[in-house]
Antibody, heavy 122, light 109 residues
Framework: QVQLQESGPGLVKPSGTLSLTCAVS?????????WSWVRQPPQKGLEWIGE???????NYNPSLKSRVTISVDKSKNQFSLKLSSVTAADTAIYYC???????????????WGQGTLVTVSS | SSELTQDPAVSVALGQTVRITCQGD??????ASWYQQKPGQAPLLVIY???NRPSGIPDRFSASSSGNTASLTITGAQAEDEADYYC????????????FGTGTKVTVL
């Protein structure tokens, strides 16, 4: 079955750009699914960041839209997240996940990567 | 964008039934999906759609919905069900953006 694995620097300086990659194994990123990023600040709840289709169409959380770019690399079967102008408030565990969209049953996320902690600090 | 509100914490005696609610305007038009998160672990899908469980999720987990409220019920709670639970749905705008609930900590006594 499909498995997801996040990777990237665990420490980013304030005002810098956070960059993460999600490698997809056990299936093709070119399926009909969309692919999302979700984050969770320490001891807080989940926040949806944005999503991308295999063709490169994107949708973003309006609260982050000005700073977020999600891209896909079909040749490597992976997708990526870039978040610019980061501050301490962007410190969080970042998860990647697969979207499911069904006309009858709605939408859901499954599976999820294990998550990666990114700390914003000088 | 809309919000999804959950009670911060609920407790349930071992073997008893607990219901976790999620309230928000978007739930009048969209199903909620539900996620279980144990400490140090990624969220795990437990319910999606009207009332569907992924493979491997026990049948003690079920869902229902009425008006602007979606509910996740655990019938016969087990010690391993102690976790944080989050609902998720689309934003009321109907665009792709999604919103997560505030989360409920379930304690099994």
């Amino acid at each position: 079955q499909v498995q997801l694995q996040e990777s990237g620097p665990g420490l980013v300086k304030p005002s810098g750009t956070l960059s993460l990659t999600c490698a997809v194994s056990g299936g093709s990123i070119s399926s009909t699914n969309w692919w999302s990023w979700v984050r969770q600040p320490p001891q807080k709840g989940l926040e949806w960041i944005g999503e991308i289709s295999h063709s490169g169409s994107t949708n973003y959380n309006p609260s982050l839209k000005s700073r977020v770019t999600i891209s896909v690399d079909k040749s490597k079967n992976q997708f990526s997240l870039k978040l610019s102008s980061v501050t301490a408030a962007d410190t969080a565990i970042y998860y990647c996940t697969r979207d499911w969209n069904d006309v009858s049953e709605g939408d859901w996320f499954d599976p999820w990567g294990q998550g990666t902690l990114v700390t914003v600090s000088s | 964008s809309s919000e999804l509100t959950q009670d911060p914490a609920v407790s349930v005696a071992l073997g008893q039934t607990v219901r976790i609610t999620c309230q928000g305007d978007s739930l009048r038009n969209y199903y909620a999906s539900w996620y279980q998160q144990k400490p140090g672990q990624a969220p795990l899908l437990v319910i999606y759609g009207k009332n569907n469980r992924p493979s491997g999720i026990p049948d003690r987990f079920s869902a229902s919905s009425s008006g602007n409220t979606a509910s996740l019920t655990i019938t016969g709670a087990q010690a391993e069900d102690e976790a944080d639970y989050y609902c998720n749905s689309r934003d009321t705008s109907g665009n792709h953006p999604y919103v997560f609930g505030t989360g409920t900590k379930v304690t099994v006594l």
